[in-house]
């Protein structure tokens, strides 16, 4: 904190009697102007001092504001289900699909209908209706202020996030390196490789670690279901990341957006390529975007328009591989680390046996030997569940059941 300035010192005047009327005269004309002096000083440290004011009181303000921000509960997506006349209604929870019977404002309840999205606290109540930009927004991009994926949590990918580090952290956190050297650091980084094998983790980490909001668009949902809105939800999604840098921009199954052009004229085609377009111009207008760097992940990376990789573009390659052995134990470690476990759990016997397993699989597989332990009325995971999971996950991986397909997509 800065000090108070010192003050000039006050002029004085000890006027000698014997002074004649001329010298008085002089002696007082000085002492004005070093009066006047003063003066001069003084009304530029009140200006100095009254600005500086007007900083901390913006300053107050805003932190003021933030402050309201953070006390402010978030507020939860749901749909509402059903509506009766007496002024309640069902509404279901978007991600858990809890579905909750709540009183509805008069005014509100005018205006809902079924189908609606709208927006509710921690007590499910309907705090307001999403008009259909907020309702395409919230669900097209998953905006995350602090991911909580942090590097420990990754199993077997060292070269992987030695790469991701260099590539996006070190320009956010050290741009002046880049500026030293004089090169342009990478302007998107695609993570490609098969399905659960942590590319979204690399990216969530690596946004947790440079404390970066994480903003997450999916390919997939864009054609899916923004049929016509594809192009104005990726500028948004630019638009977004630079009002919140630092930012990662993760674009996930991008090769939904940014497949090999067909010769196909329909009219979904013609949206998906006004989409991709639209990704093209806002990476090649990238370079006035401050700190937002771009991610991107897919599995079939064979299908990928070559104009998507163009320098400038997702100049970056980084291949995610499946886990090897060593890799498997160290993700099987890592996802039992909060569990307890026995003793003898011999994890490299477990990754021996589990080739074909992904990461994410590997993650479902600890869950499932923790379930058996409570099936079993025990709190200690033993190495027999570890096995009969594994079992299990193999069997449904053979006969294709519902759990098996989810870990594949
Ligand atoms: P997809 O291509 O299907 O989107 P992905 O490669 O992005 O998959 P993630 O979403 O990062 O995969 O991983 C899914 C889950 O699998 C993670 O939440 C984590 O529990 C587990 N997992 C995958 N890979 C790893 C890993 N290398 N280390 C630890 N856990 C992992």
């Not at 107050?60 to 009766?84: G, I």
């Not at 090769?255 to 990704?279: C, P």
């Not at 003898?344 to 332990?373: H, K, P, R, V, Y």
């Amino acid at each position: 904190m800065s000090r108070s300035p010192s003050l000039p010192d006050r002029p004085t005047l000890d006027l000698d009697p014997e002074l004649t009327p001329s010298e008085r005269l002089a002696a007082l004309q000085s002492h004005l102007t070093d009066i006047v002096d003063v003066n001069q000083q003084l009304q530029e440290q009140l200006d100095r001092i009254e600005h500086r004011r007007e900083g901390l009181r913006e300053e107050v303000d805003r932190l003021q504001r933030e402050n309201e921000t953070l006390k402010t509960a978030s507020l939860y997506l749901a749909t509402v289900e059903d509506s009766f006349e007496d002024g309640d209604a069902i509404i279901k929870q978007h991600g858990n699909n809890q579905e909750v019977l709540t009183e509805v404002a008069p005014d509100l309840h005018e205006t809902i209908e079924i189908g609606d999205r709208v927006a509710i606290n921690d007590s499910f109540a309907i705090q307001e209706l999403l008009d259909t930009e907020t309702d395409a927004r919230a669900q097209a991009m998953e905006v995350d202020a602090s991911p909580d994926v942090v590097y420990d949590d990754i199993g077997g990918l060292e070269d992987e996030l030695r790469e991701v580090q260099e590539a996006v952290e070190d320009p956010l956190e050290n741009p002046e390196k880049f500026e030293a050297v004089g090169v342009e650091p990478p302007s998107g980084v695609l993570l490609h490789g098969p399905p659960g094998t942590g590319k979204t983790m690399l990216a969530k980490a690596v946004a947790n670690h440079t404390d970066a909001t994480f903003i997450k668009m999916a390919g997939s949902e864009l054609v899916r279901k923004f049929i016509g809105e594809g192009s104005r939800l990726v500028r948004d999604l630019f638009d977004l990341a630079a009002r919140r840098e630092p930012a990662i921009i993760f674009i996930d199954e991008i090769d939904s957006v940014a497949s090999k052009r067909t010769d196909s004229k329909t009219s979904g085609d013609a949206e998906v390529q006004r989409t991709m377009m639209q990704l093209l111009s806002e990476m090649d207008g990238f370079d006035e975007r401050g700190e937002v760097r771009i991610m991107a992940a897919t599995n079939r990376f064979d299908m990928l328009d070559r104009a998507i990789l163009r320098p400038g573009r997702f100049d970056r390659l980084i291949e995610v591989p499946e886990p090897t052995t060593e890799a498997r134990a160290e993700i099987l470690r890592i996802h039992s680390a909060d569990m307890e476990v026995a003793d003898a759990i011999d994890f490299e016997a477990l990754a021996a046996t589990t080739e074909s397993f992904n990461g994410a699989q590997l993650a479902s597989l600890t869950t499932e030997a923790g379930m058996f332990a409570i099936r079993d009325d025990r709190s200690t995971v033993t190495m027999d569940d570890f096995r009969q999971a594994r079992d299990k996950l193999a069997d449904d991986a053979e006969t294709g059941t519902p759990a098996y397909t989810t870990y594949i997509q």
